[in-house]
Nanobody
Framework: QVQLRESGPGLVKSSQTLSLVCAVS??????????WNWLRQSPGKGVEWIAY???????HYNPSLKSRAAISWDTARNHFTLQLTSVTPEDTAMYYC??????????????WGQGIQVTVSS
């Protein structure tokens, strides 16, 4: 069973870069046909998909975040990361990593980490 766990800072200042890590256990990042996703959910809002990287190392981004987001991985450590540049208080949210056989868009799909609360201070 795939397990995921997010880590990173809980508080980031405006204009800085947010960096989050998702540690994966139970399978390898390069195992087909996994897609490794980052998502977030702000208070009172639905889940917003940010990006994914496939087992073949292909990446795909939400067009609204593409200019600021970057997803990468370290296959030796079996973890993948999210960097989000130039953050603002609008980026305050619970951030999740999730695995699936494609794009993951809601909690009913794939396997999810427990999430990490990130607050961006102005």
């Amino acid at each position: 069973q795939v397990q995921l766990r997010e880590s990173g800072p809980g508080l980031v200042k405006s204009s800085q870069t947010l960096s989050l890590v998702c540690a994966v256990s139970g399978t390898s990042l390069t195992m087909a046909p996994y897609h490794w996703n980052w998502l977030r959910q702000s208070p009172g809002k639905g889940v917003e998909w940010i990006a994914y990287k496939t087992w073949r190392n292909n990446t795909h981004y939400n067009p609204s975040l593409k200019s600021r987001a970057a997803i990468s991985w370290d296959t030796a450590r079996n973890h993948f990361t999210l960097q989000l540049t130039s953050v603002t208080p609008e980026d305050t949210a619970m951030y999740y990593c999730a695995s699936g056989q494609g794009q993951v868009t809601d909690h009913g799909q794939g396997s999810w980490g427990q999430g990490i609360q990130v607050t961006v201070s102005s």
